[in-house]
């Protein structure tokens, strides 16, 4: 008999076409292990279960060591208990390790803007993840005023050109003067 993560006179939420139902099944997707599976079930619960063969084959797992694992199935009432449950602490570890910008390509930027919506915490370290950062301390996120003149701004893939140099004395000029040295050497 499975577990249940609800209490059994709560009813089961129907209302899975909801924009907020998708985002969270979404993410639950995004976020599910190769031997976990999620299905919904006859009376509109969220079963999760793991399947322990494919878990034992692929990890290498004995057959002892294996019944000593709980691989009971749990139902939920909805994709996003099942998130909080399950993976939201691992999601907020993605969010810290994975570009803002290519969650938004994985997920979508609508399914992100609704569990942000409902979820404070998710939002905060995704809003902390996307702050500009002023490298150089001019005012100007996330780019570099090579020469603080602000006709020559550059982004952050172009630091190896001002070589990390915080003064206005920049790279640059000591390279123009180490060249003029090298052909007046020449000469």
């Known amino acids: 008999m499975s577990e249940k993560a609800f209490d059994k006179t709560e009813h089961v939420e129907r209302i899975r076409n909801t924009e907020n139902e998708m ?3 979404k993410l639950c997707d995004f ?3 190769y031997c976990e599976n999620i299905h919904e079930n006859s009376t509109g619960a969220i079963v999760y279960e793991v399947d322990s063969k494919r878990l034992a084959e692929l990890e290498n797992i004995s057959k002892d060591k294996l019944k000593e694992l709980d691989f009971s199935t749990v139902e939920y009432p909805s994709y996003e208990r099942l998130f909080n449950s399950k993976y939201k602490d691992k999601f907020l570890k993605n969010v810290a390790a994975i570009r803002p910008k290519e969650l938004e390509i994985k997920l ?3 399914t992100l803007d609704q569990v942000m ?6 939002k905060l370290r995704y809003a902390e993840r996307r702050k500009e950062v002023d490298l150089d301390n001019d005012g100007v ?19 190896n050109i001002v070589k ?3 003064s ?3 790279t640059r000029d000591h390279e123009k003067v180490r060249e003029r040295k090298k052909n007046d050497m020449e000469l």
């Open 23 to 25: 985002a969270y099944k």
């Open 31 to 33: 976020e599910k292990n």
């Open 108 to 110: 979508g930027r609508d």
């Open 117 to 122: 919506k409902k979820d404070q915490e998710i």
């Open 141 to 159: 996120p996330d780019r570099i005023d090579i020469d603080d003149t602000k006709n020559r701004v550059q982004t952050v893939a172009d630091l």
């Open 164 to 166: 990390n140099a915080t």
């Open 168 to 170: 206005k004395d920049t």
